[in-house]
C-alpha cells in the first residue's frame, strides 16, 4: 500500500495512491455509506500508524473506492489523477528523525575511512521536514549544501530494547529521505545538528510503502539526479547496518514511537566530496529515487 498526505486549501488530506490516481479516503469512506466506515477516522495519516484496525480499514476502503470507480459513468471525485496531486510529506510531524551517518560502505571507501563499529547517530529537526515539490531553502548562514539520498525506514509500533530477530514487526514502512547537509556549518562543529538540521532540509516523500510492498529493504537501487545528472547511484546491499540492526540499536537506549523517522545514510557521490566539490545553488533540481519507493523531486531556491 502507497499512502501519502496531500494539500488541499483547507489541510492535509490522505491518500492512497493506486496506478495513476490518488484515493482520498476520507472523501471515499463518504461516498460509500455501505462501508459504515465514519470519514473523520482518516483526519490524519498518524491515526494508520497508531491504529494497525484502520490500516486494514484503509485497505477496505481503497479496494471499494477503485471498484465504484470501474463501475462509474464519471470518475468519482475521491479519485485524484496522480498529475493534480500536491503531496506533502508522508509524515508530517514524527516526535523523532533520527539519522545514521557512515552507514554505506561503497561510501566510506569513497572517504578513505573505515567502516564504523557501531551505528553513527545525529538528529535532525520536525522543523526540517517538507514534502515532494517543496522547496529546498539556501540559508543564508551556509554556503555549502549538499544532496544525500537515503532510505527511511518509519516505525509503527511502540519499541524499546527490541532484538533483530523481531525488528519487522516494528517497522510500518519505508519512504525516501533527502537528508540536505549544510557542510561549512556541519563540519564547523564537533556535532553536526546545526548543519543537519535547518529548515526545509529533510524533504520526504513522495509517499510511504507499507512493509508488506518491501520485501527486501536491503537489495534496492538508490540514486540522485542534480539537473538530470546521475550523482549517486548505489544499491542498499551496501549498508553497513541494516533495518534490523539499527531497530535493535536504537531501542536499546530510545523509546521509538509510531511515526518516528530513521534515516539511513547515504550511498557515495555527495557533492563535498567530489573534485572539485559541487553543492547546490538557487534553481537547481534535485531527483532521488529508490526502487520501488517513487521519485522524490524538489526545486532549489535562495533564502529571500
Excluded at 495519516?45 to 484496525?53: G, R, V
Excluded at 479496494?63 to 470501474?70: D, E, F, G, P, R
Aim: overall charge positive; charged content about 20%; proline content about 9%.
Amino acid at each position: 500500500m502507497k499512502l501519502c498526505t496531500f494539500e488541499t486549501r483547507r489541510n492535509l488530506r490522505v491518500g492512497v495512491v493506486a496506478g495513476d490516481y490518488v484515493v482520498d479516503l476520507a472523501a471515499a469512506a463518504a461516498a460509500l455509506p455501505k462501508l459504515k466506515v465514519h470519514p473523520d477516522l482518516f483526519h490524519c495519516i498518524e491515526c494508520l500508524f497508531h491504529m494497525p484496525k484502520v490500516l486494514a480499514i484503509a485497505r477496505k476502503v481503497e479496494k471499494a473506492a477503485l471498484a465504484a470507480a470501474a463501475g462509474a459513468k464519471r470518475k468519482p471525485k475521491f479519485l485524484l489523477p496522480i498529475s493534480e496531486v500536491k503531496y506533502g510529506p508522508p509524515v508530517p510531524s514524527p516526535s523523532k528523525i533520527l539519522c545514521i551517518g557512515q552507514n554505506y560502505a561503497d561510501h566510506c571507501r569513497e572517504q578513505n575511512v573505515p567502516l564504523p563499529e557501531i551505528p553513527e547517530l545525529f538528529c535532525k529537526f520536525p522543523t526540517s521536514i517538507i514534502g515532494c515539490g517543496d522547496a529546498i531553502i539556501l540559508h543564508k548562514a551556509t554556503t555549502k549544501v549538499d544532496y544525500e539520498v537515503e532510505l527511511a525506514i518509519v516505525i509503527g509500533k511502540r519499541s524499546k530494547n527490541i532484538p533483530k530477530a523481531r525488528a519487522f514487526e516494528h517497522v510500518f514502512g519505508y519512504t525516501i529521505f533527502h537528508d540536505v547537509s549544510a557542510r561549512d556549518l556541519q563540519f564547523k562543529s564537533k556535532q553536526w545538528t546545526r548543519g543537519k538540521s535547518p529548515d526545509t532540509f529533510a524533504p520526504t516523500g513522495p509517499w510511504l510503502v507499507t512493509r508488506d510492498e518491501v520485501p527486501d529493504p536491503h537489495n534496492l537501487t538508490i540514486r540522485t539526479w542534480l539537473n538530470d545528472q546521475l550523482m549517486q547511484d548505489s544499491n542498499t546491499a551496501n549498508l553497513v547496518f541494516g533495518v534490523p540492526a539499527l531497530v535493535e540499536f536504537l531501542s536499546q537506549t530510545i523509546t521509538l514511537e509510531p511515526g518516528d523517522i530513521i534515516a539511513t545514510g547515504t550511498p557515495p557521490g555527495v557533492g563535498c566530496f567530489r573534485k572539485p566539490p559541487v553543492f547546490l545553488k538557487p534553481g537547481d533540481v534535485v531527483k532521488m529515487e529508490i526502487a520501488g519507493l517513487g521519485t522524490l523531486e524538489n526545486p532549489v531556491m535562495a533564502e529571500k
